[in-house]
């Protein structure tokens, strides 16, 4: 974490992309944050999720995304250091499987009553009508 500010303050005195030039000081002028890119031949911002010189850290964790400036606010073991969170995360889907259980859970408490209640009623009827049998 230290890194990282020490970084971002380094990165306030140069100045553009270091296009072979303003950081000579870093691997083909670059500056912290920026890499070389062969292609276009000059230096360019680091892909989401990596910093530092040429880019060769990735963010720590909470810290995710463009320069590490987002913060994750998942778990560390399912937070990615480039995308951040995933949309449907672990602890999301415990919260569903929860929601779902309890109804589940009503469903058959609900259930194993009606049945209760209907058998004690069978049982009473029943009952009655051998009453009714034996009086005659």
Wanted: net charge positive; charged share 20%.
């Amino acid at each position: 974490m230290k890194e990282l500010v020490f970084l971002l303050s380094l990165t306030s005195f140069c100045f553009g992309l270091g296009e072979r030039g303003p950081c000579i000081v870093f691997p083909n002028g670059c500056c912290p944050n920026t890499v070389w890119n062969s292609e276009s031949e000059r230096c360019v911002n680091c892909e989401p999720g990596y910093y530092w010189i040429n880019c060769s850290k990735s963010c720590p964790y909470p810290l995710f995304g463009l320069k590490c400036l987002h913060k994750c606010s998942c778990e560390e073991e399912v937070c990615n250091f480039s995308t951040g969170c995933p949309k449907d995360n672990c602890l999301t889907k415990k919260i569903h499987l929860n929601r779902k259980n309890r109804y589940t859970l009503i469903v058959v408490i609900a259930s194993v009553v009606f049945v209760l209640v209907f058998t004690g009623y069978i049982t009473v009827w029943i009952t009655e009508r051998r009453n009714k049998s034996d009086a005659r």
